[in-house]
Nanobody, 125 residues
Framework: VQLQASGGGSVQAGGSLRLSCAVS????????VGWFRQAPGKEREIVCA????????YYIDTVKGRFTISRDNARNTVFLQMDSLKPEDTAVYSC???????????????????WGQGTKVTVSS
């Protein structure tokens, strides 16, 4: 399974970006997908995740109401719409896939078996 993240860039605070994660090499609908980020000098953290069907999602508190994760199973792609961006959102964002069917597992980094390379997001004040 291969994952390709794209869509990063530089924006001013309050702006928007849309990240994409294209998944190939296996049946896309078998995988839950999560977005992670790692800021300079900080540990990687999960940002949000979506279940295999797309019916369930998870967000960390700091992005709730600003970020929206969605998936298009026909296009084998997961999207992350990021609005009202803040400087603290600056990080390298990566997507990852795992075969768990349990919603409670979406927050667990250990269930994600496949990782894509990161795309950099820079938010200036």
């Amino acid at each position: 399974v291969q994952l390709q993240a794209s869509g990063g860039g530089s924006v001013q605070a309050g702006g928007s970006l849309r990240l994409s994660c294209a998944v190939s090499g296996s049946t896309f609908s078998r995988y839950a997908v999560g977005w992670f980020r790692q800021a300079p000098g900080k540990e990687r953290e999960i940002v949000c995740a979506v279940s295999r069907s797309g019916s369930s999602t998870y967000y960390i508190d700091t992005v709730k109401g600003r970020f929206t994760i969605s998936r298009d199973n026909a296009r084998n792609t997961v999207f992350l719409q990021m609005d009202s961006l803040k400087p603290e959102d600056t990080a390298v964002y990566s997507c990852a896939a795992g075969t768990t069917r349990y919603i409670a597992d979406l927050t667990r980094t250990a269930i994600y078996d496949y990782w894509g390379q990161g795309t950099k997001v820079t938010v200036s004040s």
